[in-house]
């Protein structure tokens, strides 16, 4: 009796395994097709100047949420870029169409993916109406920032990146 039920509950586990890895799967599968539609979209075509400028210049800080993606640059201090969904003619990002963003926005700055360069950070806020927002954020790591802002002393071509 005893092995029986051993056997079961070690079915009954594999077939939880099977049934977690197969969900796994088609969620990777949806968030890859909604980066392809992302990137074939009116939006993408929209921010990829914004990209080409944060990559040109260092970005000390990515925010994306609902309304858009807003970009904090390190040099000159104080100095942002946003990309507002209704201001471009949008509707605002859903849940599902910010981790798509996140995905691009790690493709096409691939700094980003770096841990030790900067911190990713998802915040979720409950509203009045019982809905979540969610909200997420790339960091600058101050180890990175004071390393760029070294290097200037020792590569020339680094300042130029930097304004």
Do not use: W
């Amino acid at each position: 009796m005893l092995r029986i039920l051993s056997v079961f509950f070690a079915v009954a586990a594999l077939i939880f395994l099977l049934v977690v890895l197969i969900r796994q799967h088609h969620r990777t599968r949806m968030q890859q097709l909604r980066v392809r539609k992302l990137y074939a979209s009116p939006v993408f075509e929209a921010l990829y100047p914004m990209l080409r400028g944060a990559r040109r210049h260092v970005p000390e800080r990515v925010t994306v949420d609902k309304t858009g993606v807003i970009f904090y640059y390190l040099t000159p201090a104080g100095s942002s870029n946003a990309f507002l969904m209704k201001e471009h003619g949008f509707a605002y990002l859903t849940p599902e169409q910010q981790e798509a963003m996140l995905v691009v926005l790690e493709e096409c700055l691939p700094t980003l993916r770096e841990n030790d360069h900067y911190h990713f950070r998802k915040k979720s806020q409950r509203l009045l109406n019982g809905c979540q927002d969610f909200s997420y954020s790339y960091t600058m790591s101050n180890s990175y920032k004071i390393t760029l802002a070294r290097s200037t002393y020792y590569d020339p071509r680094m300042e130029a990146k930097l304004r």
